[in-house]
């Protein structure tokens, strides 16, 4: 069974930095194109950041330069490294697997 | 950037009852690998998105069949053939073409 467990979200300050986690199991990350969606509260879906199998990587504008996304295959898990915190990136960071399995989700709260 | 535009915003429907979704794209999502990545994702309130439609028309596995995408171009439509009562929740159609841009959502709701 394909299952996503994210960990690592939490209350930051702005201009902080935080790394989730999406462990994954059922599969190899490194087989799929792994994903980070996010959810604002009470808004809709916004896409962050894909990896692609073969290790290519692109990001949303709102994201680039501040949030890297990356693989460890031995762990098999996917991670975003977020740094330079705003309070707009406040919201549940969601991973996906091909966009065909997803977490349950992790909060990021940015705020003083 | 690619603006994935929905419509309606909010949708009541009766149980039962057809329902039907459209998603306009700001420009043609026909990749050069001749593919057309737009895909429909269902979000039950307090849940977790799940994909429905991907490539238009392609129904993901466990999807009943009242869920049918189709479409081309710019244009995509997600049609529910008989509205169920575990079908409310919002619907966000997604382009994969150029980067990856998702609508704004549909809310269905039971009258």
């Known amino acids: 069974e394909v299952q996503l467990v994210e960990s690592g979200g939490g209350l930051i300050q702005p201009g902080g930095s935080l790394r989730l986690s999406c462990a994954a199991s059922?599969?190899?990350?490194?087989?799929?194109?792994m994903s980070w969606v996010r959810q604002a509260p009470g808004k809709g879906l916004e896409w962050v950041s894909v990896?692609?199998?073969?290790?290519?990587?692109y990001y949303a504008d709102s994201v680039k330069g501040r949030f890297t996304i990356s693989r460890d295959n031995s762990k098999n898990t996917l991670y975003l490294q977020m740094n330079s915190l705003r309070a707009e990136d406040t919201a549940v960071y969601y991973c996906?697997?091909?966009?065909?399995?997803w977490g349950q989700g992790t909060l990021v709260t940015v705020s003083s | 950037d690619v603006v994935m535009t929905q419509s309606p915003l909010s949708l009541p429907v009766t149980l039962g009852q057809p329902a039907s979704i459209s998603c306009r794209s700001s420009?043609?999502?026909?990749?050069?690998?001749?593919?057309?990545?737009l895909n429909w994702f269902q979000q039950r309130p307090g849940q977790s998105p799940r994909r429905l439609i991907y490539?238009?028309?392609n129904r993901d596995s466990g999807v009943p069949d009242r869920f049918s995408g189709s479409g081309s171009g710019t244009d995509f439509t997600l049609k529910i053939s008989r509205v169920e009562a575990e079908d409310v929740g919002v619907y966000y159609c997604?382009?994969?073409?150029?980067?990856?841009?998702f609508g704004q959502g549909t809310k269905v709701e039971i009258k």
């Open positions: 490539k238009v028309s």
């Open positions: 990896i692609y199998s073969g290790g290519s990587t």
């Open positions: 997604m382009q994969g073409t150029h980067s990856w841009t």
């Open positions: 059922g599969f190899t990350v490194s087989s799929n194109y």
């Open positions: 420009q043609s999502l026909v990749h050069s690998d001749g593919n057309t990545y």
């Open positions: 996906a697997s091909d966009l065909s399995a």
